[in-house]
T-cell receptor, first 116, second 109 residues
Framework: GAVVSQHPSRVICKSGTSVKIECRSLDFQATTMFWYRQFPKQSLMLMATSNEGSKATYEQGVEKDKFLINHASLTLSTLTVTSAHPEDSSFYIC????????????FGPGTRLTVT | GQQLNQSPQSMFIQEGEDVSMNCTSSSIFNTWLWYKQDPGEGPVLLIALYKAGELTSNGRLTAQFGITRKDSFLNISASIPSDVGIYFCAGAGTDKLIFGTGTRLQVFP
């Protein structure tokens, strides 16, 4: 149980284009999902908390107009990197929290974004 | 953002050895979680701790929730090559997890 998938696993895009990353909880419903960014050899950095049916909560320093988050259903959250630039290249990981399950988050396999 | 301090930063051990790593915080947490991350993958939840003083095992892994609620440790007994990876602790705040800096484990045959 508690399986989270992400798509795509890898994406290469040109500077100036937008990229959408999907995060799905496969065997449970998640009212709350999280989006993280991870730089090489570093820990996970929370970007935003995605709440089903309401606006995402962004961490300080994360541009909400650049990183658009939509959580339209209980099993799907999407992160769109708009007008991507090379400095947006990173490993993006989502997680989902089982409602009422004491903060346990289950992570997707991650998406490697490379902006050329 | 806030991060928890993990030590050691990295470990190089021989297969069969036991491993111990810990995580400390200046803040109190009500839940501690331990994750393992393989290269190019998302973290996998290993153990969750909910009460101060709690000691929980998952196979060869044992973790404890410190009595002060400001620390936690993870032990791995009889290490094997597939234990290689980065181990992260995480403390549960009011609405999000605060992650540790990570301990990179290398196991040599």
């Amino acid at each position: 149980g508690a399986v989270v998938s992400q798509h795509p696993s890898r994406v290469i895009c040109k500077s100036g284009t937008s990229v959408k990353i999907e995060c799905r909880s496969l065997d449970f419903q998640a009212t709350t999902m999280f989006w993280y960014r991870q730089f090489p050899k570093q820990s996970l950095m929370l970007m935003a908390t995605s709440n089903e049916g309401s606006k995402a909560t962004y961490e300080q320093g994360v541009e909400k107009d650049k990183f658009l988050i939509n959580h339209a259903s209980l099993t799907l959250s999407t992160l769109t990197v708009t007008s991507a630039h090379p400095e947006d290249s990173s490993f993006y990981i989502c997680s989902a929290e089982i409602p009422g399950n004491s903060y346990e988050q289950y992570f997707g396999p991650g998406t490697r974004l490379t902006v050329t | 953002g806030q991060q928890l301090n993990q030590s050691p930063q990295s470990m190089f051990i021989q297969e069969g050895e036991d491993v111990s790593m810990n995580c400390t915080s200046s803040s109190i947490f009500n839940t501690w979680l331990w994750y393992k991350q393989d290269p190019g993958e998302g973290p996998v939840l290993l153990i969750a701790l909910y009460k101060a003083g709690e000691l929980t095992s998952n196979g060869r892994l044992t973790a404890q929730f410190g009595i002060t609620r400001k620390d936690s440790f993870l032990n791995i007994s009889a290490s094997i090559p597939s234990d290689v990876g980065i181990y992260f602790c995480a403390g549960a705040g009011t609405d999000k997890l605060i992650f540790g800096t990570g301990t990179r484990l290398q196991v040599f045959p």
